[in-house]
Nanobody, 130 residues
Framework: EVQLVESGGGLVQAGGSLRLSCAASGFTSDDYDNAIGWFRQAPGKEREGVSCISKRDSSTYYADSVKGRFTISRDNAKNTVYLQMNSLKPEDPAVYYC?????????????????????WGQGIQVTVSS
């Protein structure tokens, strides 16, 4: 079974940066593509897709709210996906989750749909102080 472990969250001032990591294990086969997505959920709000990256062609996708500020990347040798978050805003605090779509079903039009993801990490808190 695929397991995902997030790290790197914490408290940062508005305008600051954080880098989240998602260490993945348990992918049983390299025959199938996968996609790793980052989602976030603030208190009282729906879970929303933040960004996603595929394995085979490293296609990346971003929510409009984070474009130009967040960058997703992956190191396939380490099975780790990173989310570099710059210029953090007061609306960014949430619990951030990484999730795996494996075998990959999503594409550019569905990457943000949480129900398409089969495996989830436990989540990590990101707090932004003003």
């Amino acid at each position: 079974e695929v397991q995902l472990v997030e790290s790197g969250g914490g408290l940062v001032q508005a305008g600051g940066s954080l880098r989240l990591s998602c260490a993945a294990s348990g992918f049983t086969s390299d025959d199938y593509d996968n996609a790793i997505g980052w989602f976030r959920q603030a208190p009282g709000k729906e879970r929303e897709g933040v960004s996603c990256i595929s394995k085979r062609d490293s296609s990346t996708y971003y929510a409009d709210s984070v474009k130009g500020r967040f960058t997703i990347s992956r190191d396939n040798a380490k099975n780790t996906v990173y989310l570099q978050m710059n210029s953090l805003k007061p609306e960014d605090p949430a619990v951030y989750y990484c999730a795996a779509d494996f075998p990959r079903n999503t594409d550019g039009s569905t990457w943000f749909l949480s129900w398409e993801y089969d495996f989830w990490g436990q989540g990590i808190q990101v707090t932004v102080s003003s």
